[in-house]
């Protein structure tokens, strides 16, 4: 049974940090690419960042970029997603995701196969 469990969440202040972290079991973590989305109220899910198998090749969204990081550790089965300078508007639920093997990290949200069950992030002003 494949599980996805995010955790790290919580409420932080405007300019503040956060780190997510999320832990896969029950597939073969190495050879998929991984990825976090964020669903706010009202929202459609967005996709915020993704990571090849080897970590070397990551995609950012435009709405993120320079202030989250990407990062995987094949060892301990985890991806991390690293938020600083947070704004309000990040706040959503944070949902990370395992891709078809064989998927690049550019690949849509249709090639994304397994879910986690998502960690809520509140950036108060």
């Known amino acids: 049974q494949v599980q996805l469990v995010e955790s790290g969440g919580g409420l932080v202040q405007a300019g503040g940090s956060l780190r997510l972290s999320c832990a896969a079991s029950g597939l073969a973590f190495s050879t998929r690419a991984m990825g976090w989305f964020r669903q706010a109220p009202g929202k459609e899910r967005e996709r915020v960042a993704a990571?090849?198998?080897?970590?070397?090749?990551?995609y950012y969204a435009d709405s993120v970029k320079g202030r989250f990081t990407i990062s995987r550790d094949n060892a301990k089965n985890t991806v991390y997603l690293q938020m600083i300078s947070l704004k309000p508007e990040d706040t959503a639920v944070y949902l990370c995701?395992?891709?078809?093997?064989?998927?690049?990290?550019?690949?849509?949200?249709?090639?994304?196969?397994?879910w986690g069950q998502g960690a809520q992030v509140t950036v108060s002003s």
């Open positions: 995701a395992a891709m078809r093997p064989g998927a690049g990290v550019h690949s849509g949200t249709a090639n994304y196969e397994y």
């Open positions: 990571i090849n198998r080897s970590g070397a090749s990551t």
